[in-house]
């Protein structure tokens, strides 16, 4: 069984579409993440979720928000895409503490014409 | 503060010299470090962790890093390079602070295997 699942793998859209991103952990885990890796691979945090309520917000764009329905389930939608939104986006999970590795699901990339 | 600096952007080795992929950090607190590997096209996969135990910390593949606090180092090796070995390679610092854990990762290393 996949840990952390990511759907849908590619999605290609417009400027100005609204659109999201599913993400499933089936480990258990009490933390949730959303990253966005660029083309030079590097990995910025956007959100945390830990038990169903946002602990990390690293300033991302308020077009951005995850939606939490349950504990092993982290949504990200994206409203009014643009260019820039380009990347990669990893959901992640965790147990909750610093000593936890985090769980990688295997990426979808949006692509934004 | 919290912060890692992965040294180099890119390593380049022949398959089966050694590997040395460094990585530095700073942190306010006691911190846990880790390494992860991704693969061309994939997420992100846990090689080694420390954790305030052991200093020299073994992980999959091989792969081994030892924290120095004098150095306030973490750099990663491994004895012989091989051609699966090609990847990028991230550094990461986690603590836990005033009620929240907050996690770095490092710009990556992409390390090429020359056959």
């Known amino acids: 069984d996949t840990a952390v699942s990511q759907t849908p793998k590619y999605l290609v859209t417009q400027m100005g579409n609204d659109k999201s991103i599913k993400c499933e952990q089936n480990?258990?885990?009490?933390?949730m993440y959303w990253y966005k890796q660029d083309s030079k691979k590097f990995l910025k945090i956007m959100f945390s979720y830990n038990n169903k309520e946002l602990i990390i917000n690293e300033t991302v764009p308020n077009r951005f928000s995850p939606k939490s329905p349950d504990k092993a389930h982290l949504n990200l939608h994206i409203n009014s895409l643009e260019l820039g939104d380009s990347a990669v986006y990893f959901c992640?999970?965790?147990?909750?503490?610093?000593?936890?590795?985090?769980?990688f699901g295997p990426g979808t990339r949006l692509t934004v014409t | 503060a919290q912060s890692v600096t992965q040294l180099d952007s890119h390593v380049s080795v022949s398959e089966g010299t050694p590997v040395l992929l460094r990585c530095n950090y700073s942190?306010?607190?006691?911190?846990?470090l880790f390494w992860y590997v991704q693969h061309p096209n994939k997420g992100l996969q846990l090689l080694l962790k420390?954790?305030?135990?052991?200093?020299l910390v073994k992980g999959i593949n091989g792969f081994e890093a030892e924290f120095k606090k004098s150095e306030t180092s973490f750099h990663l090796t491994k004895p012989s390079a091989h051609m699966s070995d090609a990847a990028e390679y991230f550094c990461v610092v986690s603590d836990y602070a005033r009620g929240y854990q907050k996690v770095t990762f490092g710009t990556g290393t992409k390390l090429q295997v020359i056959p």
């Open positions: 992640a999970s965790s147990q909750d503490g610093a000593t936890y590795e985090q769980y």
């Open positions: 420390y954790t305030s135990a052991a200093t």
């Open positions: 480990l258990g885990h009490d933390t």
């Open positions: 942190s306010s607190y006691s911190p846990s």
